[in-house]
């Protein structure tokens, strides 16, 4: 297990899974100390990766496959052990190595929207035992290098995009450091009949959390994940997660506090969570000025079932302690026309305030408080309680295409608080880098998946187009500019070289001029295209 210890961490935690909390540090013996750890740790995996005995068999199909949101899929995984020693002997190893290209262009530029690009050179190595006696274990490193190519300068790197998980921000304002090698994955997972138990770092799939995985590194999570499956057709799932590792961190860190307050600095703010849909307002010193505790932990729940042969339904729910509470109950349903199938779906999101509106108030931006939230559009002013309401049709015909029609609707109220990446959205009208979870905002949104191979046209390569139209409450001054968006992916697997995939994305976003600032004056023109290309090679 990789726990680092320090003394002077800010948040130190009091459960037994804390025994190592978050660290981050500061001082340049520190991150030495840091580097040569995961050094360490690269090295010893590929020394066992590459003196195994376990070769994988021909096998129909990769090792490991990346799905459409670039989520890893281990199709071949270590069979059982017969003893301690063959628990690492007959393991198996993943490799990937990687490139993500990154172009932001605005239509107006400014001293804070300045264009941007940025390139990540890196790539993985995971390596996952055989099971003996139950028991198997997971470490994967990670490596990310963003100042070989288009490095932007020390002082303009919060002015980077979507780019900005190619390296950390904080290393490079602290130390000028754009490479990032992370062991992001450290988990031993035992199995119990149809019970199954992981602890450690590791990645979480579920409805509130995702690995996101479409830079560079995942988001993964500190913690317990328990899975059972005795009652047929349905998973239930409980964790407990006490840490998160953003993509762009090369520590874990709190699961919702914004800004360390360590020391006056300007970049304290990228040193905890700073996802771009995070809540700006629940800080380090607000929680402390009330009385609360900086170390929280997230509790996560869920029933995933298949009622008969076409009802799937899911209920989770997530526990914020003295921050939220949030249910989320989705259903989808296969109808057949013919040859077509029609899934209607429905997602409700219900968050309820614990205590997280007096500190953070009901606005992400976290400026909206009970003196001013009237005159900013908002219905509270010290409540986080809110809703959401997603719905959509997905027609898929026999063959190459399939089609998705969806709606989401947020209640006027808070905002949704999501700075896990599993995107309240997703799925149904969320385009790509788009953040349409702000209180009163609807969107609209069509989606058109095509097979290129299967429709003739170009063998081993995929097209999806969508377009969303979203509406934002133009009352309130925190929130974004209405805008529609056009976004595209083609991606293209190599049929010479098995595991080389190549991804092109791009979403071209044209905002309306109908956002003006509390003086009365219209806000810039945030229009803008962004060009993704990615290279992935898994082997």
């Known amino acids: 297990m990789w726990w680092i210890t320090d003394a002077d961490a800010p ?18 013996k520190d991150m030495k100390r840091m580097k040569l750890i995961s050094g360490a740790a690269a090295a010893a995996l590929a020394l ?18 990346l799905k459409g949101n670039m989520q890893v899929v281990y199709n071949q995984l270590p069979g059982e052990a017969a003893s301690f020693g063959e628990m690492f002997s007959e393991g198996m190893w993943y490799g990937r190595l990687r490139m993500n290209n990154f172009e ?8 804070k929207n300045k264009n ?14 055989a099971r003996y006696s139950g028991v198997a274990a997971t470490l994967g490193v990670y490596y990310s290098n963003g100042g070989l190519m288009n490095k932007t300068d020390a002082d303009d790197i919060g002015t980077v995009k979507a780019g900005k998980d190619t390296f950390s921000r904080f290393n490079v304002k602290e130390d000028d450091d754009y490479s990032m090698l992370v062991p992001a994955e450290a988990n031993i997972d035992v199995q119990l009949g149809k019970t199954n138990i992981k602890l450690g770092d590791q990645i979480f799939e579920s409805v509130f ?4 995985d479409t830079k560079m590194i995942p988001n993964t999570f500190r913690g317990v994940v328990v899975e059972n499956k005795d009652i047929s057709g349905v998973k239930l799932t409980a964790a407990y997660f006490t840490n998160q590792k953003l993509r762009d961190h090369t520590t874990m860190h709190d699961v919702i506090t914004f800004d360390t307050d360590i020391d006056s600095t300007n970049n304290t703010k990228w040193n905890n969570n700073d996802d771009s849909a995070g809540h700006q307002g629940l800080t380090y010193k607000r929680f402390k000025d009330a009385g609360k505790e900086v170390d929280h932990t997230l509790t996560i729940l869920s029933a995933q079932s298949k009622l008969g042969e076409n009802l799937k339904a899911d209920l989770s729910y997530l526990m914020l302690p003295e921050v939220l509470n949030s249910a989320v109950l989705e259903a989808n349903y296969t109808l057949k026309a013919g040859d077509t199938k029609i899934i209607p779906g429905v997602r409700y999101y219900k968050q309820m305030d614990n205590g997280g509106g007096k500190i953070g108030g009901p606005s992400l931006k976290g400026s909206i408080i009970t003196t001013n939230y009237k005159a900013s559009g908002y ?21 190459a295409m399939k089609y998705t029609i969806g709606y989401s609707a947020v209640e006027d109220a808070a905002d949704i608080v999501a700075p896990w990446r599993g995107f309240p959205t997703g799925g149904y009208t969320r385009a790509m880098a788009q953040y349409n979870w702000n209180a009163n905002t609807k969107t609209t949104m069509v989606q058109a998946n095509a097979d290129l191979g299967k429709a003739g046209l170009v063998d081993n390569t995929t097209l999806m187009v969508r377009y969303a139209i979203q509406d934002f409450d133009d009352k309130k001054t925190t929130t974004q500019a209405d805008s529609n968006i056009l976004h595209a992916d083609i991606v293209h697997k190599l049929a010479a070289v098995e595991g080389l995939e190549f991804k092109f994305r791009t979403g071209l976003v044209t905002a309306k001029d109908d956002i003006k600032d509390t003086a009365g004056t219209t806000k810039t023109d945030v229009s803008y295209n962004e060009y ?7 082997f």
Do not use: C, M
């Open 11 to 28: 948040n130190r935690g009091t459960s037994a899974i804390k025994t190592a909390p978050a660290v981050h540090f500061k001082k340049e």
């Open 48 to 65: 066992t990766a590459l003196t195994t005995t376990a070769v994988a068999e021909d096998n129909a199909k990769p090792k490991r496959s």
């Open 104 to 111: 932001w262009d605005w239509k107006e530029e400014t001293t």
């Open 116 to 129: 941007n690009r940025a390139t990540g050179i890196g790539g993985s190595v995971v390596y996952k035992t």
């Open 209 to 212: 959390t995702k690995s996101n």
């Open 379 to 399: 219905t509270t002013g010290d409540s986080l309680d809110s809703s959401l309401t997603n719905v959509r049709v997905v027609i898929q015909p026999k063959g």
């Open 532 to 538: 993704r290309f990615e290279i992935n090679y898994l």
